[in-house]
């Protein structure tokens, strides 16, 4: 694919305020016809610019997960590590979010868990045997106090 112009920019735009919008809805939103706009939408999947679609669930009254933010430091940050650390990563559908950081550690990890005891589960079974890990620092939040998407700003 080719770099995203002024209207592919647009579509992922709207498409971030709501993955559910009609394609009639979208494609008239951005001037193009349907098809045309099926068309781009199809490329940026393809071409992995939209990896998928998911849906925000408000935790308090749908499930009782509890996020735990976990802060990764390697042994060394060549990119021979770093490599074989995020391939690690992305083998353990537990991590739901990886972060490249700066700063005072190398990786910022979100896992969701019901209980500790499957904390450490993660952590002893998982965490702990990642590719290079010197430290690993995990702080459990209290609740979400924001997780949403832009507000409506057509």
Do not use: W
């Amino acid at each position: 694919m080719t770099a995203l112009d002024t209207i592919d920019r647009n579509i992922l735009r709207l498409l971030r305020l709501d993955a559910r919008v009609s394609n009639a809805s979208l494609a008239s939103e951005v001037g193009l016809s349907p098809s045309a706009c099926l068309r781009r939408i199809k490329l940026m999947e393809q071409a992995g610019v939209i990896r998928g679609y998911t849906a925000l669930v408000d935790t308090s009254q749908a499930e009782t997960a509890i996020a735990v933010i976990i802060n990764i430091t390697l042994e060394r940050q060549t990119e021979d590590h770093l490599d074989r650390f995020e391939a690690a990563v992305r083998k353990h559908p537990e991590i739901r979010e990886c972060f490249l950081m700066t700063g005072g550690s190398d990786y910022l990890l979100r896992v969701e868990v019901a209980t500790a005891g499957d904390f450490e589960r993660i952590h002893k079974d998982i965490l702990s045997t990642l590719p290079g890990v010197l430290r690993i620092h995990s702080s459990f939040s209290i609740r979400n106090v924001l997780a949403t998407r832009p507000k409506n700003s057509r």
